[in-house]
């Protein structure tokens, strides 16, 4: 697979990054066995040998138990440390942390930041993490206990570059403006199935400033995968049958799947996206792949657009 700066890091990424959200197969440490853990070790390997090097990760996922169990990957695989981009995030904080009376919320104070960074390198089992990202924004941040708490991190050597996750373009720049650091990843949701991204300015940061967008959910939750139907109850049912039907035909026409087709057309963006693969199952893992040698012409890339936005251009 080839590979693309982050931003205007020294950092590298595959076209495509693998996310670790469901490597645990749960959030209950109870049940985390070892036929699940397993599972979640040979999906982060066909991910490593399929030529993903960007490994995408979060505080929450499995409530830390993705972290461990990609840290034990390490591990076993030491090697692989030094070839591949661990990145993480953090500030959702899940009802009843620290105590029962604490509600859901997002919080980028200093301490939570720092804290944060520190339990996920831990876990991971490394001493540094390539990218640290603040995962949704806090209504209460204040741009420079941000910066403060980037600055420590950067410091102490513990991450080497920093971004943020679900920004509108406006919170972006805020918290840009107070960072000594570029933030040089912006990771949201943009998929055939949802488009805000090109239409609310997100993209247009992005490639003004040099910042990287990277997909999360980039075939809509699996909306866009092959085989998928569209729920006949969902509103946008005809738009969307209209939409497969499409991604059907140009799919036979290259000779890729339908998931590999909708991860070619958010390639095609000249921002660079990245789109995060999510599957644990190996074929899948690895047919991704043929995304990043699929290049759409203009004609097919607005075919496609115009059906998802399921109303012509003006």
Known sequence: MNSQP??????????????CMRISGTADRAQLTAEREAAGRRAVVAAYEAGYTHFDHADIYGNGLCEEIFGRV??????????????????????????ETAPHRWDFSREHIVRSCEGSLKRLGTDRI??????????????QEIAAAFSDLKRQGKVREFGVSN??????????????MPLVVNQVEIHLARLDCLEDGTLD????????????????????GDGSRVDPK??????????????????RQHGVSRAVLSLAWLLRHPARIIPIVGSVNAARIQDAVRADSLELGREDWYAILVAARMQALP
């Open 6 to 19: 982050l931003g205007s890091s020294s950092l590298a990424s595959s076209r495509l990054a693998y996310g």
């Open 74 to 99: 390490l591990k076993d695989v030491p090697s692989m440390r030094d070839k591949v981009l661990i990145a993480s995030k953090c500030g959702i904080r899940w009802r009843g942390d620290p105590d």
């Open 130 to 143: 390539d990218l640290y990202m603040l995962h949704r924004p806090d209504y209460l941040a204040d741009p």
């Open 167 to 180: 920004f509108r373009p406006s919170y972006l720049s805020m918290i840009r403006s107070a960072c000594p």
């Open 205 to 224: 940061q992005c490639l003004e400033h040099g910042i990287t967008p990277v997909s999360w959910s980039p075939l809509a939750g699996g909306l866009l």
């Open 234 to 251: 969902d509103p946008r049912a005809p738009g969307l049958r209209a939409l497969m039907d499409l991604l059907d035909a140009k799919s």
